[in-house]
């Protein structure tokens, strides 16, 4: 059974930084994508990044590009996502997936959260201006 469990999270002041972390664990897997998604009290669950795991392509959402950065650790099993300059409007739960059910024909595609086979729990971010 494979299980995502995200870390890292907390309280902010706006234009801090925090890096999470998510670690896959469970069985035997062999991932396709992993991707971080985030959702605000009353609104839908967003993209945020996403990263191929063998050759490493990323995909960013246009409101996180050029703060915060998608990157991994094969060999770690896990994800981070860097978060630099935070803002206000990106307090929310952060998720951590993952796909093992086959590559995907577009970079757009690793941006649905249909896609995704796997979540953790959830980790808060919390940014005060």
């Known amino acids: 059974q494979v299980a995502l469990v995200e870390s890292g999270g907390g309280l902010v002041q706006a234009g801090s930084s925090l890096r999470l972390s998510c670690a896959a664990s469970?069985?035997?897997?062999?991932?396709?994508?992993m991707g971080w998604f985030r959702q605000a009290p009353g609104k839908e669950r967003e993209f945020v990044a996403a990263i191929s795991w063998s050759g490493g392509r990323t995909a960013h959402a246009d409101s996180v590009k050029g703060r915060f950065t998608i990157s991994k650790d094969n060999a770690k099993n896990t994800v981070y996502l860097q978060m630099n300059d935070l803002k206000p409007e990106d307090t929310a739960v952060y998720y951590c997936?993952?796909?093992?059910?086959?590559?995907?024909?577009?970079?757009?595609?690793?941006?649905?959260?249909?896609?995704?086979?796997?979540w953790g729990q959830g980790t808060q971010v919390t940014v005060s201006s």
């Open positions: 997936a993952a796909r093992d059910t086959g590559p995907l024909a577009t970079v757009l595609a690793m941006t649905s959260r249909n896609v995704y086979d796997y």
């Open positions: 469970g069985g035997t897997f062999s991932f396709y994508y």
